[in-house]
Nanobody, 125 residues
Framework: VQLQASGGGLVQPGGSLRLSCAAF????????IGWFRQAPGKDREGIVC????????DYADSVKGRFTISRDPAENMVYLQMNNLKPEDTALYYC???????????????????WGQGTQVTVSS
């Protein structure tokens, strides 16, 4: 499995960004996929997970109502739309996945079997 995240950048508080994740090499249609982030000096924070089968999602309270995960299986893409960004959202964001499983508790999202390089999101005025 290969994952490649992109779309990060510098944005002012209240602004929006859309992260993209190109996901290739899946050997199963049954998997969990989502995003975690890591700010300097802090632990990994799982922020969202989606189940491949029914599309059920789970969001961290810190991003609920502001972030939305979506996917386009035909294009092997997963997206994270981030609205009303706050300075505390500043972090490296990683796309991550695990095959043959449903979404774990969000604290486990930072420790799945596959993730790509991160994309930096900086929220600052």
């Amino acid at each position: 499995v290969q994952l490649q995240a992109s779309g990060g950048g510098l944005v002012q508080p209240g602004g929006s960004l859309r992260l993209s994740c190109a996901a290739f090499g899946f050997t199963s249609d049954y998997y969990a996929i989502g995003w975690f982030r890591q700010a300097p000096g802090k632990d990994r924070e799982g922020i969202v997970c989606m189940n491949s089968g029914n599309g059920d999602t789970d969001y961290a309270d810190s991003v609920k109502g502001r972030f939305t995960i979506s996917r386009d299986p035909a294009e092997n893409m997963v997206y994270l739309q981030m609205n009303n960004l706050k300075p505390e959202d500043t972090a490296l964001y990683y796309c991550t996945t695990e095959l043959h499983v449903r979404c774990p508790p969000l604290y486990g999202m930072g420790y799945l079997g596959h993730w790509g390089q991160g994309t930096q999101v900086t929220v600052s005025s």
